[in-house]
């Protein structure tokens, strides 16, 4: 078993695919030697986006907190709190944030593509 402090593993960054924007990330699972999936927490600042972007795996964006707008290929639906998005593997996805209060996400997906009996 491996314990991560969240606070450990914040850092401050540009958003990922495009820069658009400033976000809070916490990359949970980076140091977890041998691991299978990866697990994060980001914060998108007012304005901020996860530009679009391919995903060769099944994907999940949870909404603890704030609103976005999930893009997949041709569609955009509104995220809240408490609402999750499931992207499947080979989709072009993004999000971004609205509202009046940073966009709180939980990201997770596989690093390989597992085969479960």
Known sequence: ???VAEEDMRREEATPHGKIGMSTAF???ADIPN???????????????????PIDHDEVYYVVSGEGEV????????LGA???AYLYSGDTVGIRQIGETPLE???SYPLANLVFD
Do not use: P, Y
């Open 1 to 3: 078993m491996i314990i």
């Open 27 to 29: 990359r949970m699972t």
């Open 35 to 53: 691991r299978t999936m990866e697990f994060r927490k980001r914060i998108l600042h007012s304005g901020s986006a996860i530009g679009t972007h």
């Open 71 to 78: 893009h997949s290929n041709d569609q955009t639906s509104f």
């Open 82 to 84: 408490g609402m999750m």
């Open 105 to 107: 996400l939980i990201i």
